[in-house]
């Protein structure tokens, strides 16, 4: 024990508490910081002092249910630093688990807010989550294996899936791709994300983070592998294709044409989200003709007076629309609606009337900026938003031929990829709902 | 599937083909459109009959196996670069309309770069890939397709009486060139070449399969030939460089954003063309890719040789489009579909070959 102490560097929260009654004498030893202390007391230290002797204590212990295996050596330590106590009694030694959860309540979901539907997200501890997810998911062939980072976190991360449906070549290659890891420190399922993603220069992802357990459930049902990590509010699922991004929860709990409806909605939005700004570029720098003469004049008047090419002014626009976005999501809730306003009225009124930009393209970006935010998983929004200025960088050197050929490189880019040997976009005709389904 | 045999036909709308049928016109077109929807058929059915014996393995993997290698380089080399020139053309002829069209100002070599640039990285992609992007960009253009048909046949302006007219020349007998220009179109389902890996199961090829490509392929020659023809009249017709896309300007949508159709009309012809150019560009690379391997071209553990041809398919497509002005690019587009036959006697002998030392 005294060698675990020396281990630990004689940190000041390391505690080892004789218990002595008569005769029987025994020693717990854990961390304060990381031990729920009232829960010690009621389960540990007063039966000690309870019951007669330390064999019928040592058997109590045996019988708690929340006993762990013991460990030795440097495993050891890191049990302690998770919340389990070291018991000595006698000769004996045994771990018990008295973790102290913070965090362990489920927080309303905020990044995929629905009308209907559960409206609790995911909590920050992994215990708290699982229980979510067996309640959530009442079959018996879902498994559940724990496995224990190796980075200097050690936190541990819980693969889920259903046995009967996974596919298994794609769970040997997450659960390869998990030992192979060895990174410095992983803090969050995003971090973790990342490291399972396989190209280091990745632009769209290749696997799903979301809060939301009736999400999860959902794409346990479809077979798919789902992530959880200890202190962190997202789960990962793997594999995905492009389509996972692109469906709300909200989907499942609407009437047919509704649902058909918004995702219809939400596609007419991705487009407009990547192409208008590149259109721009082409219909007033290249073809002018293309539209009919009306559109094309009131386009063309209404850049009366802008002194640079269209191609910087919507570089101009759509990097302050940028700015706008990142300094809202960073700035503390209450300064924020200050920061949107101001930027509003400087972009909306201000830059048209000193002639910066044209009229037309303030409603460009404005529709650029609100359709980017009706893809449901936000990084696949950043990654649209990047898709952008490729298009639209295409578009400037090549004119009208380059739009169209840069979009359908786009598509080929999205085919090419793959998530986990599932390829990432691709058109399933097997089934209905081609959208939902794997 | 369905998609390597439709993308090539609906992409030679805008190619050659239309013009040379239409200069032809007067020597028994017809005749000779439907003699090559038969041999076209007939061949699709026997290609993929051959093929499916060999299921999951690509012609070059056929013909290592089984021939001997005086015989299958000459073969593959040949196959490749007619491959190669299939997409050149359709890229030149493309480069030509989108510059005479909609962009007169941009230079050539400008719109160019752009395609060999987006299709070498086409081209470097898993086969696997480029038949999803195939099929997922097919979808995407077919409604707007069939919208642009239906709108330029129920248009007013076409006169039916010269579709009449070209009919009366039935009974002429066909040419050579117009027949091997109307079977050009069929000529989709020999990328299976390449793509025959992905076919594990063998490809079913009865009667239904042969009426949808029968019944396509008679649509498509029939819009191909007589829809310009309607519009533009029996006689002047042959004055004409592009004319389906000279049709397609005769057509206006009053209420559209986008007044003219022409412009609609190339814009899913781009993509249409650009599928075509991936697929036989990416086709003619597999091929020599599966031959030539250069192991001094190293770069950082990397094989450059596929890098090389992607290269060399770029380059010489720009060369070719700043020499070749329209009319040599039509000359040479009608011999090249003139030794067409000939492309498919030698499929037919190598295939016919491997069988037989196959003992299937």
Known sequence: ?438 | MYYLIFVTMVANIIATVPRILVIESKNGVIFSMIAALFVGVIFTYFVILFFNKFSGLSFPEILKKHTSKWFYIPVIVYFGISWFLAGTITLITYVFLFTTFVSLETPLITTTLAFVIIVSFGMLMKSESVLFTLETVFVLLLPILIFLFVKIITDSNLEWNFVQVAMMNINITPSYRSFSAASYIFIGVVNIVIFNSFFKEKLKFGFKQISIISTVGAVVLFITYFIPIGFNGFEQIEHMNFPWVSTSDSVRMKYGVIERLVFIFIIIFLGISFLSLLVHWHVSLKLFESIFHFNKLKWKNKNLTSYFFVVLFGAVSIYLVTKIDEFELFKYSSYFYNIFPLFYFILFLSLFVAKRRAKI
């Open chain 1, 1 to 438: 024990m005294k060698e675990v102490v020396e281990k630990m560097n004689n940190s000041e929260d390391i505690l080892t508490i004789p218990l002595q009654l008569g005769d029987n004498y025994a020693f717990v030893l854990y961390l304060k910081t990381v031990v729920d202390g009232l829960k010690l007391q009621n389960i540990i230290i007063k039966p000690f002092f309870e019951l007669k002797s330390t064999e019928f204590f040592s058997s109590y212990i045996q019988s708690l249910p929340d006993i762990a295996k013991m460990k030795t050596g440097d495993e050891l330590l890191i049990q302690l630093t998770k919340g389990h106590v070291l018991i000595a009694i006698q000769e004996q030694f045994f771990l018990v688990d008295i973790k102290m959860i913070t965090a362990s309540t489920p927080q309303p979901a905020l990044m995929e807010p629905t009308i209907y539907g559960p409206q609790l997200a995911l909590s920050e501890a992994i215990e708290t989550n699982l229980n979510m997810i067996r309640h959530r998911y009442l079959e018996p062939s879902l498994t559940i294996e724990t496995v224990q980072l190796k980075d200097k976190s050690h936190q541990s991360i819980a693969l889920i899936y259903d046995k009967k449906i996974v596919k298994q070549s794609v769970l040997d290659k997450i659960q390869k791709k998990i030992k192979e890891m060895n990174n410095p420190l992983i803090e969050s399922s995003g971090d973790l994300q990342l490291f399972l993603n396989s190209t280091k220069f990745s632009l769209f992802p290749v696997l799903l983070l979301t809060e939301r357990p009736d999400r999860i459930t959902y794409n346990l049902a479809n077979g798919k592998v789902v992530i959880l990590m200890d202190g962190s509010p997202q789960a990962i699922v793997a594999p995905v294709v492009f389509y996972d991004f692109m469906v709300s929860m909200e989907d499942n709990y609407h009437s047919f044409w509704i649902s058909i409806f918004t995702l219809i909605l939400r596609y007419v939005g991705i487009l407009t989200c990547i192409l208008l700004p590149a259109m721009y570029v082409a219909v007033t720098s290249y073809t002018p003709d293309i539209f009919r003469v009306e559109l094309a004049l009131s386009v063309a008047g209404s850049r009366l007076g802008v002194p640079y090419p269209s191609f910087i002014e919507v570089l101009f626009m759509l990097l302050f629309m940028e700015f706008l976005i990142e300094a809202s999501i960073r700035l503390p809730k209450a300064i924020s609606a200050t920061a949107t306003t101001v930027g509003g009225l400087i972009l909306g009124t201000a830059a048209t009337e000193a002639a910066l930009t044209s009229n037309i393209m303030i409603i460009i970006v404005s529709a650029v900026a609100i359709t980017s935010f009706v893809i449901p998983i936000s990084e696949m929004s950043f990654a649209i938003r990047i898709c952008r200025y490729v298009l639209l960088a295409f578009t400037t050197l090549f004119g009208t031929v380059g739009l169209m050929l840069g979009f359908l490189g786009i598509i080929m880019f999205l085919t090419n990829k793959e998530s986990f040997g599932e390829p990432f976009l691709k058109i399933n005709w097997k089934s209905t709902k081609r959208e939902k389904e794997v």
